[in-house]
Nanobody
Framework: QVQLVESGGGLVQAGGSLRLSCAAAGRTFSSYSMGWFRQAPGKEREFVAAIGWNGGTTYYQDSVKDRFTISRDNAKNKVYLQMNSLKPEDAAVYYC?????????????????WGQGNQVTVSS
């Protein structure tokens, strides 16, 4: 079992930056692949980024490549999403998720544990 708690969201102007954090409680955090998803009002929850258990492999949605960076610190049981050059279309509730899977990390169904979500608002 893994409990996930996101933090770091808020309001930012377009072009600005935010860093989301996700703290994991539970044993063996380092054995989980981690992901970030987001959901805007009236839209499906979508994949944003994912990282393998040791941080050696990362995946991104095309629209956030070169702007967002996912990273993890297994010693602190945390995963991060650094978001730069934010756009109004990035506004959403962002969710942290965990899975023991090593593949298909862009698929929602692969993830077993989810955080409560954290609001990111981008003003134009």
């Amino acid at each position: 079992q893994v409990q996930l708690v996101e933090s770091g969201g808020g309001l930012v102007q377009a072009g600005g930056s935010l860093r989301l954090s996700c703290a994991a409680a539970g044993r063996t955090f380092s054995s989980y692949s981690m992901g970030w998803f987001r959901q805007a009002p009236g839209k499906e929850r979508e994949f944003v980024a994912a990282i393998g258990w040791n941080g050696g492999t990362t995946y991104y949605q095309d629209s956030v490549k070169d702007r967002f960076t996912i990273s993890r610190d297994n010693a602190k049981n945390k995963v991060y999403l650094q978001m730069n050059s934010l756009k109004p279309e990035d506004a959403a509730v962002y969710y942290c998720a965990a899975t023991r899977s090593l593949s298909q990390l862009s698929a929602r169904y692969v993830f077993d544990y989810w955080g409560q979500g954290n609001q990111v608002t981008v003003s134009s």
